[in-house]
């Protein structure tokens, strides 16, 4: 128990105050008028129970000086020596000993644990909770409001890693479950070949539609037939025609080469002279022929018959078609076939480092240049050849009916072989190399590019992941610590919420039920209170709910339904509840302070407040009430001072600090008339010579007031004059005649302006007064 404030410097009032030799008791009231100090020491007591000092530093002396704030208090554990606790250099020197616990109530109590500006808040529930559950229960919610913190941040800080660290890897589970790979460079080494890879098939890609459009290698062909059309003209030389009238043939060759200065060409002119004859005159002069001109002519008819006609023009016609075949056997087209491949011979760079390509771009080169020499032999050779089948067929149209020699066709017939089997070779080179040409399109197809692309993003994705996996692997180290850490959180906390819940069940049950009964007992009957509970944030909380006559109140409209004295009453009732259901060891040890439990405004529920700090006191080490309402102090004092010794202190103000002092609880609880009474006894009997010579008249007065106070109510004496009054006391028989007479002469010595008796010396006054008090207490009697 608190067995002495040795001392309190330089805090608030108490400058300077040494109250050591006031002892504090089991029950002590500390009375203490406002300003005085009172509230001081409730901030003294609260800060040693909380160890927060913001408090003390804030009630620093005002004005101060250079002097330290300092406390000293001295307990008394049951059984050994006073232990000092001492507030020094802006914090608690020691703790309370281990024997004693120390529980407060003070407005700090009612703002900290139940309202602030009238409401329940989240802080307020917090402190309720923490209050109700106790240390233990404390130390267990404290654990968990940890872990959940713990939780809270290692939430935030992997949130962190992942957004700052892992924000561009997908299923971040499996990468960090992933080893990492040993040889960094090896990694380093494929995805530097793989992005070359791609920036190759992305420039693929966008070409191509360009590669694709290119040319590839179209075959070539020797479209003539040039051997067969020597052979069709050779026989169309070689075609002879023997006439039905051999000797008219004779005839007219005779007479061609006895007539004619040259035979070539003459039969063609005959020919033609034949075609004009009209009947037997002369197709120019139109003279009628002679005997002998019809006779030639006759011949002539004879030798040119319609099977002649047939014969020359059939010969003619194939002449004709075997010559335009064979001029028309150019080299041109083949040489404009092979420059265009030669186009596609240099549009594919990209094969160029393909040997099987390469060879066959030699073969064809090399086929190529043999096509273009043996095209110039074939240039070299037609056109002599042409000119002599040109002499012939003009000699064999003069004379087709005789047979020509036939033209020497073998060696262009030889080049012409040469030329077809050069073609044949380099078509097959030409489709190998489109076969190659094609498997490369197919491979730069947007399609195909597309899909290995794809591939390549994603190998190198892999790739790239490796390479991450193995430069994070301390930030990897430290999330997979971090998951590890909160998948234990999240296992603990429940089951730790769980135990905690099935713990305090018992108890929260018993609590409410005392704090529902308090509550009622200090007045607020129409309310019932239950348990409410917040899972929110990282402290489990437990709240109060609120029932007015069987209606649930909101939170909001608490400050509509409590008024100020209800509020009061329960902040109270929560402590009481909490001090009661304490176990019976700790309760034991229980110091109690209580700042002015019971106000001017608290008069209705003051009676039962004070039996229920009598009964506290019962199973408590000590109760401390500190209260500047002296008419509570008295009530209680009145009721109980005979039932349990009690300490009355108060704080009394001298010059520069407040300072503590015992009071005579007697002389406390006394009222007005009675405190005169024993002042004039004091006086009387020598104790003080300081005296008023009005405190006798007044005390003469309310004496007569209190003593005939039922006569005076029965018969309607209500004069305010004194003298009046002893006469109706007097008429009504309430008083003899010889006890007015006495207390009229009284009333004339004690009347303020015959106070001449109080100029006199003091053992004179002391007389009068003696005399005075003996008429009261022995004369002033009822008739």
Not at 88 to 94: A, G, P, V
Not at 408 to 419: F, K, P
């Amino acid at each position: 128990m608190l067995k002495r404030i040795k001392s309190i410097q330089n805090v608030g009032k108490f400058k300077s105050c040494k109250p050591a030799a006031v002892e504090f008791g089991r029950i002590t009231f500390i009375y203490g008028l406002n300003t005085y100090g009172k509230s001081t020491l409730g901030d003294i007591f609260s800060s040693l129970r909380t160890g927060k000092t913001s408090a003390i530093k804030a009630r620093k002396t005002i004005p101060g000086d250079d002097s330290k704030q300092e406390i000293t208090l001295s307990f008394l554990p049951e059984g050994k020596n006073e232990i000092n606790v001492v507030y020094s250099s802006d914090s608690w020197q020691n703790k309370l000993p281990a024997e004693v616990n120390l529980h407060v109530f003070d407005d700090g109590f009612y703002h900290d644990n139940l309202f602030s500006a009238r409401q329940f808040t989240r802080a307020t529930k917090e402190a309720f909770s923490s209050f109700v559950l106790g240390e233990k229960g404390v130390s267990k919610a404290q654990e968990i409001s940890e872990k959940n913190k713990r939780k809270g941040d290692l939430t935030r800080e992997a949130g962190k890693l992942k957004k700052n660290v892992f924000n561009e890897i997908p299923d971040l589970a499996e990468f960090l479950n992933s080893a990492p790979e040993a040889n960094l460079s090896e990694l380093e080494s494929k995805i530097a070949l793989l992005r070359t890879e791609y920036v190759e098939l992305r420039k693929q890609k966008s070409t191509s539609a360009k590669i694709l459009s290119r040319k590839e290698f179209r075959s070539i062909n020797w479209h003539n037939e040039a051997g067969v059309e020597l052979d069709a003209l050779n026989v169309a030389l070689g075609s002879s025609l023997k006439p039905h009238h051999e000797a008219a043939r004779n005839a007219v060759a005779e007479h061609i080469i006895n007539h004619f200065p040259t035979d070539r060409g003459a039969e063609a002119w005959l020919r033609q002279g034949l075609s004009y004859r009209k009947g037997e005159n002369c197709q120019f002069c139109g003279q009628y022929l002679t005997i002998e001109a019809l006779d030639l002519l006759s011949l002539y008819e004879q030798t040119f018959d319609a099977s002649y006609k047939d014969n020359a023009s059939d010969i003619s016609q194939r002449l004709s078609a075997a010559q335009t075949k064979l001029k028309r056997a150019l080299t041109d087209s083949l040489r404009l076939e092979l420059e265009r491949n030669k186009e596609a011979i240099v549009s594919y760079p990209e094969l160029e480092g393909g040997e099987y390509f390469i060879k066959l771009v030699e073969l064809l080169c090399k086929v190529s240049d043999d096509l273009y020499e043996t095209l110039h032999r074939w240039d070299t050779k037609l056109q002599p050849l042409l000119e002599e089948i040109s002499n012939l067929i003009k000699r064999k149209r003069e004379v087709p009916q005789d047979p020509l020699p036939p033209v020497d066709g073998d060696e262009i017939a030889s080049i012409e072989a040469n030329l077809k089997y050069l073609c044949e070779r380099y078509n097959t080179l030409a489709l190998d190399l489109n076969l190659v040409i094609a498997n490369f399109k197919e491979q730069i197809n947007a399609q195909t590019i597309d899909g290995k692309i794809a591939n390549k993003e994603i190998e190198g994705k892999l790739i790239e992941r490796k390479i991450l996996r193995v430069k994070r692997r301390d930030q990897c180290d430290e999330i997979i610590a971090i998951n590890k850490e909160l998948e234990r959180l999240r296992a603990e906390i429940p089951r730790m919420n769980n135990e905690l819940r099935e713990e305090q069940s018992d108890f929260l049950k018993s609590y409410y039920l005392n704090l529902n009964r308090h509550f009622s007992r200090f007045g607020s009957e129409d309310f019932e209170l239950s348990k409410g509970e917040d899972i929110s944030g990282h402290t489990p909380v437990f709240y109060l709910r609120v029932k007015f006559r069987g209606f649930e109140v909101s939170e909001k409209n608490l400050e509509q339904i409590f008024s100020e004295s209800d509020r009061r009453a329960l902040a109270l009732s929560v402590f009481w509840a909490g001090v009661t259901c304490l176990d019976e060891a700790e309760r034991k040890n229980a110091v109690v302070v209580l700042d002015d439990p019971i106000t001017s405004f608290d008069c209705n529920r003051m009676s039962l407040a004070h039996q229920e700090i009598y009964d506290l006191s019962l199973t408590t080490r000590q109760i401390i009430v500190l209260s500047h309402y002296d008419q509570a102090v008295t009530a209680y004092l009145n009721v109980f001072k005979n039932q349990a010794a009690v300490r009355l202190l108060s704080i009394v103000k001298n010059k520069s600090s407040s300072d503590l002092e015992v009071l005579d609880i007697d002389s406390f609880v006394s009222g007005e008339h009675e405190k005169k009474r024993e002042l004039i006894f004091k006086f009387i009997y020598g104790e003080t010579n300081s005296h008023s010579a009005g405190d006798l008249r007044v005390f003469f007065e309310q004496e007569i007031s209190f003593r005939f106070a039922q006569q005076i109510k029965a018969t309607n004496i209500f004069e305010p004059n004194l003298s009046d009054r002893i006469n109706r006391l007097r008429d009504n028989g309430v008083i003899s005649m010889q006890v007015a007479q006495e207390a009229d002469k009284w009333r004339l010595v004690l009347n303020p302006t015959h106070h001449t008796w109080q100029d006199n010396n003091v053992e004179d006054q002391r007389s009068v007064a003696r005399q005075f008090m003996d008429f009261v207490f022995k004369e002033l009697v009822p008739a």
